[in-house]
């Protein structure tokens, strides 16, 4: 109700504003919305937090509601509206705002609140919210070159101001250079353009300027590389672009190809709502091109936390609330980012629909995107040949000795210094005593006629656990001369080295070093398996310079240098003079026969017969498990520290003794997979910390379990053995080996009944993400204890194959098996392996959406807090910014709504922003 002192105190004072109040028609906007903002929606606003009396003066409905049938705001009617009645109340408990807020009304504020009233209190949103319309430019005149212009003039006569005179050539040469492409124009450029504007150069060019001149430098810029990179780098402010992930690790990341694109889209001259659309839903496009999901990099600028122990859940949320905020700020120009804990204090966005909003962006995974590459790709075809070369050829890298050594007798041997050399029974010389930091060894032997082919300096150790002096047991053997001295008196004859290879060499002293002259290099002997106790080098004479000698016996002296230093001298060698074995061929192919059978009887008993198990259902606490057509499974989405993958498997018709887990490599995983490690840990790896079995709820215990290859990148042991010791904090992992195909076999204590399905459990964890990204079960029946083997399906069904039953392509396919296996041959597979492994193409950080069936639910988040999850919410726009063309429903929606018509903010956001560069 009104009372009457009220009554008359609004009467009063609308007496005198009548009289004193300009003229000028009130606009809400302009006029009203800045009063009731500043001075009445802290209490009175969109924050429900601090909303006092359940009155928003911020919506059109509370404003000209009614309160005790008295109108808040009555139109027309000042003395009948209750705001004018508490605002000119002098009563300390009724007026508004009250003195405690200490944000007292002036008088000119309550005149402009009392006219606007008595106008009839016209409402409208901010002008921002209201679809932009295209105004009549004002009467144009010869300064306007363009409608801009001219809406620029008026206001500065407006103004009482008028523009400034034209600048100079020069001067407008420089400041298009500067504005487009952020360079200053070279001497010459500059006074190329300036004569093409004026026609003149130097002091004398002058105005006017040559209007077709001045477009073609306009475009010339624009056509420049420069122009994007210039305008690029706003944008990449915009979208945060880093080359780090950022916090405590702050590691490097694949964003240069987003980078790239965004100059590219800008010196194409690509049009901006295309350029939005493939920024956020580029992925979501029908056919969507590689160049089109490049583009969603925007949303992957955010920053990435490494550090060991976080919740990558947790820094997910954070990153969704980033690009929340990102889009508010660079499309719509709102600050979304004070809705994530409150409703917004001035901005007509609640908490709520802050979180409808982000629903729109969090429905989609993060993958690395590979960029093939054709260099790359050829080079990996060209690997492939050459592996096949070396893979038919590896028969003749065995190592059967090709020579043998000429009958010989050792005349003499010395070293310089004060050590003491002895000849051993074995033929050996055995160097004691001193052990110097220098040390040239000769030694003389004399062999027989016969063609002398190559040197062979056989080493051994003395009293070490190597053949070194020192406790190491390393040497390095600097150089090595041979030379003919002739029965003769004469000078001796040098016979130069062409090639060398050793039994045994330690990275960056090949054998080879020994034969360079270089007094700084060396041939050393610790391998990647440790230091022998025994290791031979051979080297290729050159005979050029024996063809003037006869078939008669010959002197031959070897120096071997040692200049790296005490700890590096060797103890004991012996010198052979090799000649060709004519059987050597024979004896390769019968000793690679005589192995092969014994590694197919060895391998045998685990060439089992495996057979793939088609899931039945797989399921997760996180990660979308997907059934492949292969029967194997690929994981994707969110992972977790702890991640738990359910499966069922179905029975076979025979009782099932083993199980083989296969850990499949796959492009789409980080790395080539064949786990999901995305951080931290080394990329594509996984952390099997435990795998179970069961049937409904009885367990089937595995007894046994092998692997094919196992590594950790921190040191501690690892093995599929350790995934089921019932210890989470230890288990298998395969680094070093990603993108590769690697095998576990887990026997079973009982076997699981005939027709039986089952399930098995699998545990992963580290303290970061660490799951299985794609992987097989397969089972067999086989009575014996099989163990992991990383040869195909096909392979062992040729190893159980009777070897007269063989075919030539089998017997070939098998030899290559066993030959890439053999130890004999480990650093040529090793090659071949190398040779076989992908590329490592280029990467670049892209989204991608979820399938259908497994979107990401969103959840508003009470006081922004990532634990707080509470009332589910689907994606929708703001009240404000509802288009009357209905909601948009997914990501490429509401990119498109971004940039439609219906949307007032983004084109005065853009304009603005660029108007402002």
Not at 399 to 413: A, E, I, M, N, R
Not at 659 to 666: C, F, N, S
Request: net charge negative; with cysteine; glycine share 6%.
């Amino acid at each position: 109700m009104i009372n009457r002192p009220a009554q008359l105190t609004v009467f009063a004072f609308l007496l005198t504003s009548t009289m004193t109040v300009c003229g000028q028609e009130i606009q809400f906007t302009r006029d009203v919305r800045p009063i009731l903002s500043n001075h009445c929606f802290q209490c009175h606003g969109p924050d429900e937090n601090s909303r006092e009396a359940e009155l928003r003066l911020d919506q059109k409905a509370e404003l000209f509601s009614k309160r005790d049938d008295v109108a808040v705001v009555a139109p027309g009617k000042p003395e009948q509206s209750l705001l004018m009645q508490r605002v000119l109340s002098h009563d300390p408990d009724v007026a508004m705002p009250p003195k405690a807020a200490n944000k007292p009304l002036s008088t000119d504020h309550k005149k402009t609140l009392e006219q606007w009233i008595r106008e009839g209190a016209s409402w409208e949103e901010h002008w921002s919210f209201i679809p932009p319309r295209r105004p009549t430019p004002p009467t144009a005149t010869d300064w306007a070159r363009t409608p801009i212009d001219s809406f620029i003039l008026d206001r500065m006569r407006q103004k009482g101001l008028e523009p400034s005179p034209q600048a100079g050539p020069y001067t407008l040469v420089r400041r298009a250079y500067l504005d487009l492409t952020g360079l200053q124009p070279e001497p010459h450029d500059a006074d190329d353009w300036v004569k093409k504007l004026s026609g003149q150069t130097g002091s004398n060019a002058s105005q006017p300027i040559n209007e077709r001149a001045w477009q073609d430098l306009i475009t010339h810029l624009m056509q420049s590389p420069a122009y994007g990179e210039r305008w690029a780098r706003r944008w990449l402010d915009l979208a945060r672009y880093a080359d780090t992930n950022g916090y405590e690790k702050d590691r490097d990341r694949s964003m240069w190809p987003y980078r790239d694109w965004v100059v590219e889209a800008i010196n194409s001259g690509m049009p901006f709502d295309r350029f939005t659309v493939e920024q956020l839903a580029g992925d979501m496009l029908p056919n969507a091109t590689i160049q089109q999901r490049i583009a969603t990099g925007f949303h992957r600028n955010t920053m990435l936390n490494e550090e060991g122990g976080i919740d990558p859940l947790e820094f997910r949320f954070h990153a969704m609330t980033d690009r929340v905020a990102t889009t508010g700020t660079t499309w719509l120009g709102l600050t979304l980012g004070c809705c994530q804990c409150h409703t917004h204090k001035y901005d007509p966005v609640s908490h709520h629909e802050y979180y409808q909003v982000m629903a729109f962006l969090n429905n989609c995974d993060e993958p690395a995107l590979q960029l093939t590459n054709e260099q790359l790709e050829q080079r990996w075809q060209a690997d492939q040949k050459t592996a096949d070369r070396l893979t038919a050829t590896l028969p003749d890298h065995w190592p059967v000795d090709s020579y043998q050594p000429l009958p010989s007798k050792v005349t003499h041997f010395s070293a310089d210094g004060s050590q003491e050399l002895k000849l051993a029974a074995d033929g050996f010389i055995e160097a004691h005593g001193e052990n110097p930091e220098r040390a040239i060894y000769r030694t003389e032997i004399e062999v027989p006629a016969g063609d002398i082919y190559s040197i062979r300096i056989n080493t051994r150790a003395v009293d070490g656990v190597g053949a070194g002096r020192t406790d190491h047991g390393n040497f390095v053997l600097t150089d090595l001369q041979v030379a003919m001295v002739p029965n003769e008196k004469g000078e001796a004859v040098a016979l130069p080295l062409m090639g060398a290879t050793a039994t045994s060499e330690q990275k960056n002293y090949p054998a080879g070093n020994a034969i360079d002259a270089d007094p700084k290099s060396g041939w050393g002997i610790h391998n990647e398996d440790g230091i022998p106790r025994e290791a031979s080098l051979t080297a290729i004479i050159d005979r050029s310079r024996l063809t003037h000698i006869g078939n008669q016996a010959q002197n031959l002296r070897v120096t071997i240098s040692q200049q790296l230093g005490k700890q590096h001298t060797i103890a004991a060698w012996q010198v052979e003079v090799l000649t060709p074995d004519e059987s050597a061929s024979q004896k390769r192919d019968a000793e690679i026969t005589a192995a092969m059978e014994e590694w197919r009887a060895r391998e045998l008993p685990h060439a089992t017969k495996w057979t793939h198990l088609m899931p039945v259902k797989a399921e997760a606490n996180l990660p979308i498990l997907t059934i492949q057509k292969d029967a194997s499974i690929f994981a994707s989405g969110d992972t977790a520290k702890r991640d738990d993958y359910y499966i069922t498997l179905p029975g076979e018709p025979y009782p099932i003794t083993s199980l083989r887990l296969e850990a499949l490599p796959d492009e789409r995983l980080p790395k080539g997979g064949p786990g999901s490690t995305y951080y931290e840990g080394t990329l594509g790896d996984f952390y099997l910390t435990e795998i179970d079995v069961s049937v409904d709820d009885q367990k089937f215990p595995l007894r046994r379990a092998t692997d094919t290859y196992r590594k950790n990148r921190y040191g501690q042991p690892v093995s599929a053995g350790l995934s089921i010791d019932g210890d989470i904090q230890t288990g298998w992992s395969v680094h070093g080996r990603q993108g590769e195909r690697h095998v576990a076999v887990y026997n079973l204590a009982e076997p699981i009944p005939a027709n039986q399905p089952f399930k098995v459990h699998m545990a992963f964890g580290r303290h970061f993400a660490s799951s299985l990204g794609r992987f097989r079960f397969s089972a067999t029946g086989d009575t014996g204890t099989p163990d992991a083997r990383e040869y195909s399906d096909n392979v062992a069904a040729l190893i159980r194959k009777a070897p007269t039953n063989l075919k030539p392509d089998e017997q070939k396919t098998l030899l290559s098996q066993f030959l890439l296996t053999a130890p004999e041959l480990k650093s040529v597979a090793a090659k071949i392996r190398t040779l076989r492994r992908p590329p490592a193409f280029n990467e670049s950080l892209v989204l991608a959406e979820r399938p259908p069936g497994h979107e990401r639910p969103t959840f508003r988040h009470h006081r922004g807090e990532s634990l707080q999850a509470r009332d589910r919410v689907s994606a929708r726009l703001p009240q404000v910014l509802t288009s009357e063309n209905g909601q948009p429903r997914n990501r490429l929606e509401f990119a498109r709504w971004i940039v439609s018509r219906g949307n007032p903010l983004t084109a005065r956001v853009v304009a603005n922003r660029h108007w402002q560069a």
